[in-house]
């Protein structure tokens, strides 16, 4: 039995009061500390980098709420942008302005994106491109590649990362064997197994789905030429390629893993999925790309796709007003942070001869507990959670809060001034050390 400092009363009668009225007490599952064990923290407010719980204790924040909170929490830009949306009325179930000025600001940045449809979350962005691209191209089979995370649609569950990663999960109970039956499981950055599949059932593939740069087995970005290849294969066989940029959008950088890798010779993908960044802390994603595949969406075409809230007026204002802030000095910022948290963290855990890699996708890290470079799935399944679970409760009870798995990638923000990174630094040695000592406890 592992024993975690109980300092969370507040939060643990939270969770209480929770676990009655639902299940495991949270909203999304990773959030219920399953992993690394202990109770969740129930935060009550945030600002900038930090993050205050019901408890009235601070942590420096590296979650930023799985990615959106690139400028950090109730920036004042945003906080203004959303008081005047809010006032002007919450939904008006008619077009507005802001849905336009956030659809040409996607547009801008991200060269091969003639044109997107909003949505508010996510999975509804990749839910829908996969079937954009199933009306598109006629046929129905789905290729995706194990740990890749694509929200929860019925058929890109199947060896998803993030949660279902955080849980070893095989697969999510419920979706039925037509569903999943449409989908073809591939090992991420496997060149040869994206052939084979292809030379076995091109004619039905309507699309490969892939992250950008994986970013929920932890980060494992492509290896050089993967893409191209995907590009290159799909095309020959008459399929769609859906780059999903929901976490890596506008984050790695300003054209997202797009602005990092490409443009591509042999051509770019063609859709693509946004969220999280995009909207700012507020539910607004998207889809989009090459016109006449877009034209397909009803009211132009046949294929069926809406949404009650899509375009929000407040919920468009935030991610507008996220997206201006983006500003070349805020990537900057978010490169000198996460180089700085990486590269202690590195130095700490090796001066106690902790195996571990540290993996990029842009200014986006992960840190791995195993000693190997990590490629895919398997890779990123072989490393020591254990040790993280360690380094985890260390890090959080020294006021740090890490993503509670193993499988997420680390987030910063630009708000994260020199005070918030040398609070990071300064725990590391104590996690170094709580690492040292589960070893010990396992080898006992
Ligand atoms: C978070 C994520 C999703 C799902 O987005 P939600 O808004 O949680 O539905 C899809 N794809 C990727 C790559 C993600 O990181």
Request: aromatic share 8%; net charge negative.
């Amino acid at each position: 039995m592992t024993a975690y400092p109980f300092e969370a009363p507040e939060s643990q009668a939270l969770l209480e009061r929770a676990a009655r009225v639902t299940p495991g007490g949270v909203n999304s599952p990773v959030r219920a500390f399953r992993a690394v064990g202990g109770t969740p923290r129930f935060m009550a407010s945030a600002q900038g980098p930090w993050l205050r719980d019901v408890d009235g204790r601070e942590y420096v924040d590296l979650v930023c709420s799985w990615g959106p909170m690139i400028l950090g929490h109730a920036h004042p830009g945003v906080m203004a942008a959303v008081q005047e949306a809010a006032t002007r009325g919450f939904s008006f179930g008619t077009p507005s302005e802001n849905e336009v000025a956030l659809a040409e600001e996607i547009v801008a940045r991200v060269e091969p994106v003639e044109q997107v449809r909003l949505v508010s979350s996510g999975t509804e962005a990749t839910m829908s491109a996969i079937r954009l691209a199933r009306g598109f191209t006629g046929r129905s089979k789905v290729v995706k590649f194990a740990g890749c995370y694509h929200g929860h649609v019925d058929a890109l569950l199947a060896s998803a990362g993030s949660g279902v990663a955080t849980f070893a999960l095989p697969d999510s109970a419920g979706v039925p064997a037509s569903s999943a039956g449409e989908t073809i499981v591939l090992p991420y950055n496997d060149v040869e197994a994206l052939e084979a599949a292809f030379a076995e059932h091109g004619a039905e593939i309507a699309a490969v789905i892939t992250e950008a740069a994986a970013g929920n087995m932890g980060v494992v970005p492509p290896l050089p030429g993967f893409t191209e290849a995907m590009r290159r294969v799909t095309r020959e066989h008459g399929a769609l390629l859906i780059s999903d940029e929901v976490m890596t959008g506008f984050r790695c950088s300003a054209a997202g893993w797009y602005g990092v890798e490409g443009p591509y010779d042999g051509g770019a993908p063609d859709l693509f999925t946004f969220g999280k960044v995009m909207g700012g802390g507020f539910p607004a994603a998207a889809f989009g790309g090459r016109a006449d595949v877009m034209a397909m969406l009803a009211p132009l075409g046949p294929v069926y796709q809406a949404g009650t809230l899509s375009g929000n007026p407040v919920a468009t204002a935030a991610g507008l007003a996220t997206l201006r802030g983006c500003t070349p000095e805020v990537y900057q910022r978010l490169a000198d942070v996460s180089s700085a948290i990486a590269t202690a963290t590195t130095q700490e855990l090796s001066r106690h001869g902790i195996p571990h890699v540290v993996q990029w996708a842009g200014s986006m890290f992960s840190v791995f507990f195993r000693e190997e470079a990590v490629h895919n799935y398997d890779d990123a399944k072989a490393q020591n959670s254990q040790a993280f679970s360690a380094f985890f409760h260390s890090m959080l009870s020294q006021g740090v809060h890490l993503p509670p798995s193993a499988f997420e990638a680390w987030f910063v923000s630009a708000a994260h001034d020199d005070a918030a990174v040398d609070k990071v630094v300064s725990a590391l040695p104590a996690a170094a050390r709580a690492v040292t000592e589960s070893f010990a406890t396992i080898g006992s």
